[in-house]
């Protein structure tokens, strides 16, 4: 089965608690992924990591903001 992670500060990561819930398909209610449950550490990390980029992310060219998304984009998502 398919394990997802966190992505805090550039880094796929589990959380610190090791819960985990599944993720199931809507119409079948089958379980299709496991992912981590998080909890308030897990927010803080990501909100200091999401504090400490944010000023050279602003420094960034919008283009150059709009290539990493373009560039990083989840596979499963279409174009138009």
Known sequence: ???LAMYINGRFEND???EWR???NPSTEE???REPKGGKADVDRAVAAARAAQPAWER???VERGAYFA?????????R
């Open 71 to 79: 560039q990083n984009r989840p596979r499963h998502t279409r174009t």
């Open 22 to 24: 599944d993720v199931l």
């Open 16 to 18: 610190f608690n090791g």
């Open 1 to 3: 089965m398919k394990q």
């Open 60 to 62: 960034l060219p919008a």
């Open 31 to 33: 379980t299709i992924a």
